[in-house]
């Protein structure tokens, strides 16, 4: 029961960062930001990287690279943004 659970909490983390893909290319696609709180996103990426250094002072590497995979993904809109807001 516990490799289950390990599974689906990883696959979580997965599924997380896929949720901003299609955000990113919207984005990217429109050449536009003027929708997108920066404020969220940057609270998004926030929690993310502490999640990172939380997993990895204690160890837990599912928890540590999965929020890596999201803080890329955010982290990918967040700075598509920041780029099409200053053009």
Not at 33 to 53: E, R
Not at 57 to 63: A, F, G, M
Request: overall charge positive; proline content about 1%.
């Amino acid at each position: 029961m516990k490799e289950i659970v390990t599974f689906f909490f990883g696959l979580g983390f997965v599924f997380n960062a896929s949720l901003f893909i299609p955000q990113a290319l919207i984005i990217f696609k429109n050449k536009s930001a003027k929708d997108v709180s920066l404020i969220t996103f940057l609270g998004f990426n926030f929690i993310q990287l502490n999640g990172v250094l939380y997993g990895y002072y204690q160890n837990d590497w599912i928890l540590m690279y999965g929020s890596m995979i999201s803080l890329l993904s955010c982290g990918s809109v967040t700075c598509l943004a920041i780029v099409y807001r200053h053009k």
